[in-house]
């Protein structure tokens, strides 16, 4: 991945602070500070549990995730908000390398799945941005891991209201229906890709869709998790 990325990425400064860093999106003192998501975690929706607990958590009980497992490899925040909006908007994929390489590790510690999905995009948001940050981050995983990228598995019908600003049950019916899938992921293990873990919703619908195509199992990879309000 490293001399993929570095075909197209230019020497730069860092993000954050304008130290020269070569070819990577952040200096090493930069990188020290991102913010860590520190266990240990629910299993299922990777908020971390209080007191060393590693069972499922409250809300994961109360309203268990149409999917298995998730993992995610940092806390959304400062400064990795900012990173994840320079990939998104600003075409800086120098971030993925960074970024990706935790999620990695997580990933090759467990049993790997027989495929992964990238979240889509709508085609008329993707033809606005020019690229789906989640398939970049897919890709990534996919050459590490060795783990087959599914592509036209799953498309995104309706071109949905952004996420962010919204109530959870705003979410969940701004998102209904979105997603339609191919049978060809019948009876297959799929880790879903994408970029932040919010509410979960966008993740719920497509992973609601997957299983009604016969998917086995379904796990969530995510680069940031954002933490619910008043999470320990
Ligand atoms: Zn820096
Ligand atoms: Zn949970």
């Given at each position: 991945m490293r001399s993929f990325f570095n075909q197209f990425v230019p020497a730069q400064d860092c993000l954050l602070c304008a130290a020269a860093c070569g070819r990577r999106s952040l200096c090493p003192r930069c990188e020290a500070t991102l913010p860590q998501l520190d266990g240990p975690l629910c299993p299922l929706c990777a908020q971390p549990l209080p007191g060393g607990a590693q069972h499922p958590c409250g809300e994961c009980l109360r309203h268990?995730?149409?999917?298995?497992?998730?993992?995610?490899?940092?806390?959304?925040?400062?400064?990795?908000?900012?990173?994840?909006?320079?990939l998104k908007y600003r075409h800086h994929f120098g971030?993925?390398?960074?970024?990706?390489?935790?999620?990695?590790?997580?990933a090759a510690a467990r049993p790997l799945p027989d495929a992964l999905l990238a979240m889509p995009l709508h085609r008329a948001r993707q033809r606005s941005r020019g690229y789906n940050q989640s398939l970049l981050i897919a890709r990534a995983l996919?050459?590490?891991?060795?783990?087959?990228?599914?592509?036209?598995?799953?498309?995104?019908?309706?071109d949905t209201r952004?996420?962010?600003?919204?109530?959870?049950?705003?979410?969940?019916?701004?998102?209904?229906r979105a997603f339609v899938c191919n049978p060809c992921v019948q009876g297959l293990n799929i880790a879903i890709v994408d970029d932040i873990m919010t509410s979960g919703a966008s993740l719920a619908q497509l992973s609601g869709a997957l299983s009604e195509c016969g998917a086995q199992r379904i796990e969530c990879w995510v680069l940031a998790r954002a933490l619910r309000t008043g999470a320990s």
């Open positions: 268990p995730p149409p999917w298995q497992a998730t993992l995610a490899a940092w806390r959304y925040g400062f400064p990795l908000d900012r990173m994840i909006q320079a971030v993925i390398e960074p970024l990706v390489e935790p999620l990695a590790q997580l996919s050459g590490r891991l060795g783990v087959p990228l599914l592509h036209h598995a799953c498309r995104r019908t309706r952004p996420q962010a600003g919204l109530t959870p049950t705003q979410r969940r019916s701004n998102l209904r």
